[in-house]
């Protein structure tokens, strides 16, 4: 689900580009609905209301573009640029839940990679040592 200052921060091409997707995408859903196969139901709820705020946030620059306002003068930016200047600030991490875990769990195999002892050491070391008897 894309949040207001996700979707603020892009640009109107990008923008105009999710909105087709995620158009696309609740087309899908709604299929999935007629036909039976939907298996999670308020996945619809949550696409429908990623279009509306897509919607608004389109709306929105057609309004400051028709008098005369930069993107940085409307609310929601003004909003996001203060969110993202306080998080910065205070060395906030602003990832998902979901991106800390994966970065998480691969710097753990990382880890277990590096402690764990080569297998191709172990037999260069007993091929030494028989060389040596």
């Known amino acids: 689900m894309a949040t207001v200052a996700e979707i603020s921060e892009y640009d109107t091409e990008e923008l105009e580009r999710q909105l087709g997707e995620t158009r696309r995408e609740l087309f899908n ?3 999935q609905l007629a036909t039976g196969q939907l298996d999670n139901f ?5 696409v429908r209301k990623d279009v509306a705020r897509m919607l608004t946030e389109l709306r929105n620059r057609e309004i400051a573009e028709a008098e ?3 993107l940085d003068q409307l609310p929601a930016h003004k909003a996001a640029a203060r969110r993202r ?6 060395g906030r991490d602003t990832s998902t839940a979901s991106e800390r875990r994966a970065a998480a769990r691969a710097e753990a195999e990382d880890q277990a990679a590096a402690e764990a002892p080569d297998e191709g050491d172990a037999d260069d070391d007993a091929e030494d040592a028989e060389e040596n008897d």
């Open 42 to 46: 308020s996945r619809l709820n949550h």
């Open 29 to 31: 859903l709604r299929f």
């Open 68 to 70: 005369g306002l930069s």
């Open 85 to 90: 200047d306080e998080d910065e600030a205070k």
